[in-house]
């Protein structure tokens, strides 16, 4: 019966209205874009595959929107159209497009030299900035998220001694190698469709679910595990929120098996001012965050404890001479700094996560009462300013419940027909953000779309 279901609805809805969706969604996507179809209608010249960067092609739209300009939490393409942003860069850009005390430090800076390989005077300021908002003593600067987390994992194995790092299955940290593990039937396997990998990442990475506090035990309990790397919410596998209680057995069991804790904060920034960590007193050896910490400029902090940092201290007096395998040339530069401290110092401020916060709630509730009134089987989540729906029934407990949930097919319809309404959200899942920019009426706007989506869906 269960089967027999699933192979003519996804999500509740039929298979057939989805695909009708879909095909009139893209019709109305094509008419309305018409100097845009021209010019990338076949991809953009010169690039392989026809985009600059690959997941530009992931987009459920039957071409990418090919964007005039973007400000605050509106984002205009070259047809005129305009769209009320809630994908926001996939988080790159959750204080807004060029908020303005970060474009006018990039004006100041832009004269005074991009990269030097040497400190600017903000960087005086961002290492007191990033100790009082995140509680850690020492840190260090990357310029994206994935490399951030790569060089605190190295430190890990470094004080360590040890090899093996645990991850959760449905993670995403970025391009690091050693994450892409998944659990498929209960075994660890490389990520399916890791290109070029032809290495078993499973003898370096234990992979087990979130929230299974008794895996967890038996994964540490070997003592072979450097680090456990978490986001305190699965945002990249639907949404999966911590069991009350769960952050405090990793932290007990982290300990007790002498196993370091990375919590990677790069999306759960949404909740507060000092991350997830801050504002529920997570207590990590690591610290890790990218994509808005500079407002848009590419940048991202790692922090280390005083623990971590005498160990790897004394671990770098007693190693052998030599490169550490950690760095870029441009990571530390004079315009990081500058966008950095204006994002920190003038953006990233309570009094804007409060109205961040508040609009979310707003969205929440909205979203909820439109999936209610249609009766349809989904549910929302929401870590702060970041809210998901999700087209399964929930709450979701672990990656693999999240990959049941995930309904490629019908929300990549849903998200065209909400372009179609003047409303842009994440391309991979059905992810919302507010950013300090976002209005009352452009959530409003959001609320009345989904509404008008789940009646064509619901009708
Ligand atoms: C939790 C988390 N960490 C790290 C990253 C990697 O960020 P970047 O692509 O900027 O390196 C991502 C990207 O989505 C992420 O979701």
Redesign the pocket.
């Known amino acids: 019966m269960h089967s027999d279901m699933s192979k003519t609805s996804i999500g509740g809805i039929g298979r057939d209205r989805i695909a009708d969706l879909r095909e009139t969604e893209g019709a109305a996507f094509r008419k309305a874009r018409p100097q845009s179809q021209a010019k990338v209608g076949n991809g953009l010249p010169g690039f392989f595959g026809g985009v600059p960067m690959h997941w530009m092609n992931d987009w459920p739209t039957p071409f990418p929107i090919l964007v005039d300009s973007a400000k605050g939490a509106t984002i205009t393409d070259i047809d005129g159209n305009k769209l009320d942003d809630f994908c926001l860069g996939?988080?790159?850009s959750m204080f807004g497009h060029s908020p303005p005390p970060v474009a006018r430090a990039i004006r100041r800076q832009a004269g005074r030299g991009l990269t030097y390989m040497l400190p600017s005077e903000d960087a005086l300021a961002i290492g007191p900035l990033l100790q009082q908002r995140f509680g850690l003593p020492f840190w260090q600067i990357a310029t994206?998220?994935?490399?951030a987390?790569r060089f605190a994992l190295r430190v890990a194995r470094a004080v360590t001694g040890r090899e093996k790092i645990l991850v959760f299955n449905g993670c995403?940290?970025?391009?690091v190698d050693e994450t892409m593990v998944r659990l498929i039937d209960g075994k660890p396997v490389n990520r399916p469709g890791l290109a070029g990998e032809f290495r078993d990442l499973t003898r370096t990475a234990k992979v087990i679910e979130f929230n299974d506090i008794s895996a967890l035990e038996a994964a540490l309990g070997d003592k072979d595990v450097a680090c456990v790397i978490a986001?305190p919410v699965l945002?990249?596998s639907c949404m999966v929120l911590a069991d009350p209680g769960y952050h405090d057995a990793l932290r007990k069991l982290t300990r007790a098996a002498g196993t370091l804790l990375l919590i990677?904060e790069?999306?759960t920034i949404s909740t507060g001012p000092g991350g997830y960590t801050r504002k529920y007193g997570l207590d990590p050896d690591f610290f890790?965050l990218?994509?808005p910490i500079a407002g848009g400029v590419?940048a991202?902090v790692w922090g280390m404890s005083d623990d971590v940092a005498s160990r790897y201290a004394d671990y770098n007096r007693t190693k052998e001479p030599g490169y550490s395998g950690m760095g870029t040339t441009l990571s530390a530069n004079p315009l990081q700094f500058a966008a950095m401290r204006a994002a920190l110092e003038e953006v990233m401020t309570p009094e804007n996560y409060d109205r961040m916060d508040h609009l979310a709630r707003r969205l929440d509730a909205g979203l909820t009462g439109v999936i209610d009134r249609y009766r349809l089987p989904w549910h929302v989540s929401r870590v702060g300013a970041r809210v998901e729906f999700i087209c399964a029934p929930g709450p979701l407990r672990n990656g693999a419940e999240a990959e049941v949930a995930h309904a490629p097919e019908l929300e990549a319809a849903i998200h065209v027909a909400l372009v179609n309404r003047g409303v842009l959200i994440a391309p991979f899942h059905n992810m919302m953000l507010i950013s300090p920019a976002t209005t009352a009426t452009q959530v409003n706007r959001l609320i009345t779309a989904f509404g008008a989506v789940a009646a064509k869906l619901g009708a």
């Open positions: 996939d988080t790159g994206t998220a994935t490399d987390n995403y940290h970025g391009s986001e945002t990249n990677d790069t999306h890790v990218g994509k590419p991202s």
